[in-house]
T-cell receptor, first 117, second 109 residues
Framework: NAGVTQTPKFRVLKTGQSMTLLCAQD?????MYWYRQDPGMGLRLIHYSVGEGTTAKGEVPDGYNVSRLKKQNFLLGLESAAPSQTSVYFC????????????????FGQGTRLTVV | KNEVEQSPQNLTAQEGEFITINCSYS?????LHWLQQHPGGGIVSLFM???GKKKHGRLIATINIQEKHSSLHITASHPRDSAVYIC???????????FGTGTSLTVIP
Protein backbone atom coordinates (compact mmCIF):
# COMPACT_ATOMS: atom_id res chain seq x y z
CA ASN A 1 0.00 0.00 0.00
CA ALA A 2 2.30 2.73 -1.28
CA GLY A 3 -0.25 5.57 -1.33
CA VAL A 4 1.43 8.63 -2.85
CA THR A 5 5.08 8.36 -3.80
CA GLN A 6 7.26 11.28 -4.79
CA THR A 7 10.66 11.08 -6.43
CA PRO A 8 13.24 12.33 -5.84
CA LYS A 9 13.24 13.18 -2.12
CA PHE A 10 16.10 15.66 -2.36
CA ARG A 11 17.68 17.57 -5.20
CA VAL A 12 20.10 20.43 -5.66
CA LEU A 13 19.95 22.30 -8.95
CA LYS A 14 21.98 25.07 -10.47
CA THR A 15 20.14 28.13 -11.72
CA GLY A 16 18.89 27.49 -15.23
CA GLN A 17 18.86 23.71 -14.99
CA SER A 18 15.70 21.75 -15.58
CA MET A 19 14.20 18.82 -13.76
CA THR A 20 11.01 16.82 -13.38
CA LEU A 21 9.41 15.71 -10.14
CA LEU A 22 7.35 12.57 -10.33
CA CYS A 23 4.26 11.84 -8.27
CA ALA A 24 2.64 8.42 -8.40
CA GLN A 25 -0.50 7.23 -6.61
CA ASP A 26 -1.97 3.75 -6.52
CA UNK A 27 -5.42 4.58 -5.12
CA UNK A 28 -7.14 5.30 -8.46
CA UNK A 29 -7.68 8.92 -7.42
CA UNK A 30 -9.03 11.36 -9.96
CA UNK A 31 -7.59 14.51 -8.43
CA MET A 32 -3.89 15.22 -8.06
CA TYR A 33 -2.15 18.36 -6.84
CA TRP A 34 1.30 19.89 -6.61
CA TYR A 35 2.01 22.26 -3.73
CA ARG A 36 5.01 24.12 -2.50
CA GLN A 37 5.69 24.80 1.16
CA ASP A 38 7.78 27.75 2.23
CA PRO A 39 8.66 28.92 5.76
CA GLY A 40 5.92 31.01 7.36
CA MET A 41 3.45 30.34 4.57
CA GLY A 42 0.75 27.79 4.11
CA LEU A 43 0.92 25.22 1.34
CA ARG A 44 0.38 26.94 -1.99
CA LEU A 45 -1.14 25.23 -4.99
CA ILE A 46 1.03 25.21 -8.10
CA HIS A 47 -1.02 23.12 -10.52
CA TYR A 48 -3.65 20.46 -10.21
CA SER A 49 -5.40 17.87 -12.32
CA VAL A 50 -8.99 16.65 -12.14
CA GLY A 51 -8.37 13.61 -14.31
CA GLU A 52 -6.12 11.93 -16.82
CA GLY A 53 -5.15 14.31 -19.60
CA THR A 54 -6.30 17.44 -17.76
CA THR A 55 -4.34 20.08 -15.89
CA ALA A 56 -5.12 23.48 -14.44
CA LYS A 57 -3.21 26.35 -12.89
CA GLY A 58 -3.24 26.95 -9.19
CA GLU A 59 -2.18 29.92 -7.12
CA VAL A 60 1.53 30.02 -8.08
CA PRO A 61 1.94 28.35 -11.50
CA ASP A 62 4.65 30.55 -13.02
CA GLY A 63 7.89 28.75 -13.80
CA TYR A 64 6.29 25.30 -13.62
CA ASN A 65 4.63 22.95 -16.07
CA VAL A 66 2.73 19.73 -15.42
CA SER A 67 1.46 16.71 -17.27
CA ARG A 68 -0.99 13.93 -16.43
CA LEU A 69 -0.62 11.44 -19.25
CA LYS A 70 -1.58 8.53 -17.01
CA LYS A 71 -4.14 8.64 -14.22
CA GLN A 72 -1.69 7.43 -11.62
CA ASN A 73 1.13 9.88 -12.43
CA PHE A 74 1.38 13.64 -12.14
CA LEU A 75 4.65 15.24 -13.25
CA LEU A 76 5.90 18.66 -12.23
CA GLY A 77 8.55 20.24 -14.44
CA LEU A 78 10.88 23.13 -13.90
CA GLU A 79 12.23 24.24 -17.26
CA SER A 80 14.75 26.78 -15.99
CA ALA A 81 15.18 26.63 -12.24
CA ALA A 82 15.51 29.84 -10.23
CA PRO A 83 16.58 30.34 -6.59
CA SER A 84 13.01 31.47 -5.81
CA GLN A 85 11.93 27.91 -6.54
CA THR A 86 13.90 26.61 -3.59
CA SER A 87 11.18 24.97 -1.55
CA VAL A 88 9.67 21.74 -0.35
CA TYR A 89 7.27 20.32 -2.89
CA PHE A 90 4.35 18.11 -1.96
CA CYS A 91 2.14 16.07 -4.18
CA UNK A 92 -1.32 15.07 -3.04
CA UNK A 93 -4.24 13.14 -4.42
CA UNK A 94 -7.91 12.71 -3.63
CA UNK A 95 -10.93 10.86 -5.02
CA UNK A 96 -12.71 13.98 -6.23
CA UNK A 97 -16.34 13.75 -7.16
CA UNK A 98 -17.78 10.29 -6.57
CA UNK A 99 -21.17 10.70 -8.12
CA UNK A 100 -22.97 13.41 -6.19
CA UNK A 101 -20.67 13.18 -3.25
CA UNK A 102 -17.31 14.82 -2.90
CA UNK A 103 -14.58 12.86 -1.20
CA UNK A 104 -11.76 15.26 -0.72
CA UNK A 105 -9.72 13.41 1.87
CA UNK A 106 -6.22 14.14 0.71
CA UNK A 107 -3.25 11.82 0.71
CA PHE A 108 0.17 13.42 0.60
CA GLY A 109 3.57 12.30 -0.55
CA GLN A 110 6.66 12.59 1.61
CA GLY A 111 7.82 15.77 -0.07
CA THR A 112 10.74 16.75 -2.27
CA ARG A 113 13.26 19.19 -0.86
CA LEU A 114 14.62 21.23 -3.77
CA THR A 115 17.45 23.70 -3.49
CA VAL A 116 18.36 25.94 -6.42
CA VAL A 117 21.78 27.57 -6.14
CA LYS B 1 -5.43 38.06 4.37
CA ASN B 2 -5.31 34.29 4.47
CA GLU B 3 -8.63 32.55 4.00
CA VAL B 4 -7.70 30.12 6.78
CA GLU B 5 -6.20 31.38 10.03
CA GLN B 6 -4.76 29.19 12.77
CA SER B 7 -3.85 29.94 16.34
CA PRO B 8 -1.56 29.74 18.08
CA GLN B 9 1.38 29.67 15.67
CA ASN B 10 3.59 27.98 18.24
CA LEU B 11 2.65 25.97 21.28
CA THR B 12 4.75 24.31 23.95
CA ALA B 13 3.11 21.96 26.43
CA GLN B 14 4.11 19.61 29.20
CA GLU B 15 3.48 15.93 28.66
CA GLY B 16 -0.03 15.04 29.76
CA GLU B 17 -1.56 18.45 29.12
CA PHE B 18 -4.76 18.98 27.17
CA ILE B 19 -4.05 20.90 23.96
CA THR B 20 -6.32 22.95 21.73
CA ILE B 21 -5.46 24.33 18.32
CA ASN B 22 -7.93 26.66 16.64
CA CYS B 23 -8.78 27.27 13.01
CA SER B 24 -11.02 30.00 11.59
CA TYR B 25 -11.90 30.37 7.95
CA SER B 26 -13.52 33.05 5.85
CA UNK B 27 -14.46 31.11 2.73
CA UNK B 28 -17.40 28.81 2.21
CA UNK B 29 -16.08 25.30 2.49
CA UNK B 30 -17.55 21.86 2.11
CA UNK B 31 -15.03 20.12 4.35
CA LEU B 32 -12.37 21.01 6.90
CA HIS B 33 -9.21 18.97 7.15
CA TRP B 34 -6.68 18.59 9.92
CA LEU B 35 -3.23 17.47 8.84
CA GLN B 36 -0.10 16.52 10.76
CA GLN B 37 3.44 17.10 9.60
CA HIS B 38 6.40 15.73 11.53
CA PRO B 39 9.81 17.43 11.21
CA GLY B 40 11.40 16.48 7.92
CA GLY B 41 8.48 14.23 7.14
CA GLY B 42 5.46 14.04 4.98
CA ILE B 43 1.95 15.23 5.66
CA VAL B 44 -0.68 12.91 7.07
CA SER B 45 -4.39 13.52 7.04
CA LEU B 46 -5.86 13.25 10.56
CA PHE B 47 -9.46 14.25 10.02
CA MET B 48 -11.85 15.40 7.37
CA UNK B 49 -15.12 16.78 8.72
CA UNK B 50 -18.01 18.85 7.52
CA UNK B 51 -20.06 18.96 10.72
CA GLY B 52 -20.02 18.01 14.36
CA LYS B 53 -17.16 16.15 15.90
CA LYS B 54 -14.79 13.28 15.16
CA LYS B 55 -12.54 11.34 17.50
CA HIS B 56 -9.55 9.15 16.82
CA GLY B 57 -7.65 7.91 19.82
CA ARG B 58 -6.50 10.95 21.81
CA LEU B 59 -7.36 13.35 19.01
CA ILE B 60 -10.70 15.12 18.73
CA ALA B 61 -11.74 17.52 15.98
CA THR B 62 -14.82 19.73 16.09
CA ILE B 63 -16.33 22.15 13.64
CA ASN B 64 -18.97 24.88 13.92
CA ILE B 65 -20.17 25.67 10.41
CA GLN B 66 -22.14 28.78 11.45
CA GLU B 67 -19.16 30.30 13.21
CA LYS B 68 -16.68 29.06 10.58
CA HIS B 69 -14.44 27.67 13.26
CA SER B 70 -12.81 24.34 13.98
CA SER B 71 -10.69 23.05 16.83
CA LEU B 72 -8.27 20.18 17.19
CA HIS B 73 -7.87 18.81 20.70
CA ILE B 74 -5.20 16.46 21.96
CA THR B 75 -5.85 14.77 25.29
CA ALA B 76 -3.01 13.48 27.48
CA SER B 77 -0.39 14.93 25.15
CA HIS B 78 2.83 13.00 24.54
CA PRO B 79 6.21 14.03 23.09
CA ARG B 80 5.45 12.01 19.96
CA ASP B 81 2.59 14.44 19.30
CA SER B 82 5.22 17.11 18.58
CA ALA B 83 4.59 18.16 15.00
CA VAL B 84 3.10 20.91 12.89
CA TYR B 85 -0.68 20.74 12.68
CA ILE B 86 -2.30 22.26 9.63
CA CYS B 87 -5.94 22.97 8.95
CA UNK B 88 -7.27 23.27 5.44
CA UNK B 89 -10.66 23.87 3.88
CA UNK B 90 -11.96 22.54 0.59
CA UNK B 91 -14.50 24.32 -1.53
CA UNK B 92 -17.66 22.68 -2.82
CA UNK B 93 -15.95 22.16 -6.16
CA UNK B 94 -13.37 19.99 -4.41
CA UNK B 95 -10.50 21.23 -6.52
CA UNK B 96 -9.07 23.82 -4.17
CA UNK B 97 -7.64 23.51 -0.68
CA UNK B 98 -7.04 26.59 1.44
CA PHE B 99 -4.31 25.92 3.97
CA GLY B 100 -3.52 27.59 7.25
CA THR B 101 0.12 28.32 8.03
CA GLY B 102 0.26 25.62 10.67
CA THR B 103 0.68 25.37 14.43
CA SER B 104 4.02 24.08 15.63
CA LEU B 105 3.47 21.95 18.73
CA THR B 106 6.24 20.83 21.05
CA VAL B 107 5.41 18.50 23.93
CA ILE B 108 8.08 18.37 26.61
CA PRO B 109 8.54 15.19 28.66
Amino acid sequence: NAGVTQTPKFRVLKTGQSMTLLCAQDMNHEYMYWYRQDPGMGLRLIHYSVGEGTTAKGEVPDGYNVSRLKKQNFLLGLESAAPSQTSVYFCASSYGNQGLRWNTEAFFGQGTRLTVV
Amino acid sequence: KNEVEQSPQNLTAQEGEFITINCSYSVGISALHWLQQHPGGGIVSLFMLSSGKKKHGRLIATINIQEKHSSLHITASHPRDSAVYICAGTLNTGNQFYFGTGTSLTVIP
